[in-house]
């Protein structure tokens, strides 16, 4: 079952991708799907161990709709953080503050704790560093205003982690 929703999954992004139908000619390069297809089995063949280890979950439509809303959830924090970010490089004494603090997720799935690693890190002035087996997160910070863990986390995981939830776990 990993295997096929692995090869199903290389082949749509693929697809979605390289778009070998000509709307014009009303043609489909059969020769690129074609090449997508082997492509997509070599990857499912050779990556099966790093894909998700419940396929089944990435079939649930309640998945792929939360997948949609956290777009703009992410969208709207990643222009926040631009903003913000933006202003200390402008601002003439720049205000920065750096340093490492440690977040709790209660995210429980691998692949919702890499989401959320990754969302926090594609935020600017925000990177993760190390995440734990037990939930913690640390993230390095242009601009620390908690060290306190409850608060760091409601600050930096919060806008993420609830959605998140909703399409790993």
Excluded: C
Aim: hydrophobic fraction near 50%; charged fraction near 20%.
């Amino acid at each position: 079952m990993r295997r096929i929703t692995l090869f199903f999954v290389s082949f749509v992004l693929w697809w979605l991708m390289s778009w070998p139908y000509d709307f014009r000619t009303g043609r489909l390069d059969l020769q690129a799907l074609i090449a997508g297809a082997v492509v997509s089995l070599a990857a499912s063949l050779l990556f099966v161990e790093v894909f998700t280890k419940s396929p089944g979950k990435f079939f649930n439509p309640r998945r792929w709709l939360w997948g949609l809303l956290y777009i703009p959830v992410f969208l709207w924090a990643m222009l926040r953080a631009n903003l913000d970010v933006l202003y200390r490089i402008i601002h003439p004494r720049l205000p920065i503050r750096p340093g490492i603090v440690k977040v709790r997720t209660s995210l429980r799935s691998e692949s919702g704790r890499t989401a959320l690693a990754n969302s926090i890190t594609l935020t600017p002035g925000t990177m993760s560093v190390d995440i734990t087996d037990d939930g913690y997160l640390y993230i390095h910070w242009i601009w620390v205003h908690d060290t306190d863990l409850e608060k760091a986390t409601a600050r930096i995981v919060a806008p993420f982690e609830r959605i998140l939830a909703r399409i790993f776990d």
